[in-house]
């Protein structure tokens, strides 16, 4: 049976639910009218991710029925990536469908052997739409990152993302790692990170942080911290539980602890701010980031910046990868806030910063 039949990278290609909704392939609508920025697109073979976290829709263990499984909580259709490329080069005065702009591209790996190398191939034949693209890599299946990062910057990426989620050692090794049943190891991802650092640059690097899976807040600001100084971004994810993962019954984190986190990876990002600055009380709560919040953030408190999606830009340098409703269900509370958050909105987020 050949690559086409099989429905496998590189020649096809998952698409998240709402990236399928923006190029029009699925119907529906998004609340309060947050189209995504980016298409985001999953990696898929046959036989699976090898990885084995114990969140993920992906896990090599999760129980349940095939035709009921899910990614981030939804479904992911597969699709020809000629079918996604001419969506997204279609010209709008001549489509059937309207298509949502779009101003990035990211190519998400999956832990498999062939993804690394199918993953320049998508790269080279998505560069033509002229969009940005991103690739969230695993570090895991390379066997030479910096080789490998170098193929993905001449074969047209320009920002890598590394998704070491937990925020320590002990809990990566848990939840990702060796007691998992898992492949991947802290120090191939850190020694990663500084390698696409390397190769595409300060800030050109992002590290997917999951807030929520059992770590302090002061274990979270130290690995932000730490990301820093590699020269990556942190990109912020909440914890919602995945059906018929290992988590599956593991509580989201409070308002409180996110929006804590939601700061001071604002600050960081931005240099305003270093560990020094950040206090702790006995539980590893932050009480303070060493100035008031009004000064730190100016008017930018008032814009609601620090609550909105953090993620890589468009070519106007906007953040693109807002991810819509990728934390939890819609409603009148979020935590990401894939748009500019109105003033009922930012009234209830500034009650929850300093709550439990």
């Known amino acids: 049976m050949d690559t086409v039949c099989r429905q496998e990278s590189p020649d096809f290609v998952q698409t998240s639910l709402a990236g399928a909704m923006a190029l029009g392939l699925e119907p529906g609508s998004f609340y309060r009218n947050a189209y995504p920025g980016s298409l985001n697109l ?17 896990a090599r263990e ?6 009921k499984s899910t990614f981030i909580r939804v479904k992911w259709p597969t699709y020809e990536l000629s079918t996604i490329m001419e969506r997204l080069m279609r010209p709008p005065q001549h489509a059937a469908v309207k298509i949502q702009k779009l101003g990035r591209i990211c ?3 999956i832990t498999h052997p062939q993804a690394a190398q199918d993953s320049i191939s998508m790269v080279e034949q998505l560069r033509t739409t002229q ?3 991103s690739v969230l890599a695993s570090p895991t299946v390379l066997q030479d990152a910096t080789s ?14 590394i998704a070491v989620d937990a925020a320590t050692p002990e809990l990566f090794s848990n939840m990702r790692g060796s007691a998992a049943g898992g492949p991947h190891r802290w120090e191939k991802y850190w020694q990663s990170i500084e390698q696409a650092v390397t190769v595409f640059g300060r800030d050109k690097v992002s590290v997917h942080l999951i807030v929520g899976l059992g770590e302090s807040e002061q274990d979270m600001v130290h690995t932000i911290a730490r990301a820093g100084q590699y020269g990556a971004q942190a990109h ?6 995945e059906p018929g993962s290992k988590l599956s019954n593991h509580q989201p984190p409070s308002y409180g602890q996110y929006r804590r986190i939601q700061l001071a990876a604002f600050f960081f990002n931005h240099k305003q701010i270093t560990l020094r600055d950040v206090t702790f009380n006995s539980q590893g709560q932050i009480i303070s980031y060493g100035r008031p919040l009004e000064e730190l953030l100016g008017d930018k408190l008032a814009a609601g910046q620090p609550f909105m999606t953090s993620g890589c830009p ?9 991810r819509p409703y990728g934390n939890e269900r819609p409603g009148t509370v979020l935590k990401n806030y894939p748009f500019s958050p109105e003033e009922s909105d930012l009234e209830i987020i500034k009650g929850q910063i300093w709550h439990a």
Do not use: W
């Open 42 to 58: 999953l990696m898929t073979y046959q036989d699976g991710c090898r990885a084995n976290c114990g969140y993920c829709g992906l």
């Open 236 to 241: 912020l994810f909440s914890f919602c539980p």
């Open 107 to 109: 190519i998400s790996m």
């Open 148 to 161: 490998f990062f170098k193929q993905l910057q001449s074969a047209g990426a320009d920002m890598v993302g």
């Open 314 to 322: 468009n070519h106007e340098g906007c953040v693109a990868c807002n």
């Open 131 to 133: 969009l940005p693209i």
């Open 62 to 67: 999760r129980k349940i029925e095939p035709d």
